[in-house]
């Protein structure tokens, strides 16, 4: 993660079947970067970037700054960066980034500012 272009030109692996799932409670406010290589899914507020897997970001989940994923779901807000292979943008979600992906889906009533470029 320290460099927000060298990170966006490739996707972690997908998460193995045995891999832990590390949970952002919703009081919780986390300042800074964050890695996993199992599923992290955000309750709570970040603030920096987070790089796993497969990454959600719940309805009371927000995140400012740079999210790479395998796969990403959100559901809560997401502003900065963002770079997933398979993205899912829910109804209730806002997303305010620049949006690199392969494959993405976006429901109705789901938020979307920024670019978006399609990585084959």
């Keep these: 993660m320290k460099t927000p272009n060298g990170d966006l ?3 972690p692996d997908p998460a193995s079947a045995n891999a832990r ?14 890695s996993s ?3 992290i899914e955000v309750q709570g507020n970040v603030v920096g970037s987070l790089r796993a ?5 719940a309805g009371s989940g927000r995140v400012e700054g740079s999210v790479v994923a395998h796969d990403l779901v959100v559901l809560g807000a997401v502003s900065g960066t963002v770079s997933a292979r398979n ?16 494959r993405i889906a ?9 670019t978006l470029q399609r990585k084959a």
């Design 21 to 34: 799932r590390s949970v952002f409670a919703q009081d919780l406010v986390v300042e800074g970067d964050a």
């Design 9 to 11: 030109d490739r996707w």
């Design 106 to 114: 976006i429901e109705v009533g789901a938020e979307l500012e920024g």
């Design 87 to 102: 993205l899912q943008l829910a109804p209730s979600a806002v997303v305010q980034a620049d949006v690199t992906h392969e």
């Design 37 to 39: 290589i199992g599923p």
């Design 53 to 57: 897997p497969e990454i959600t970001v």
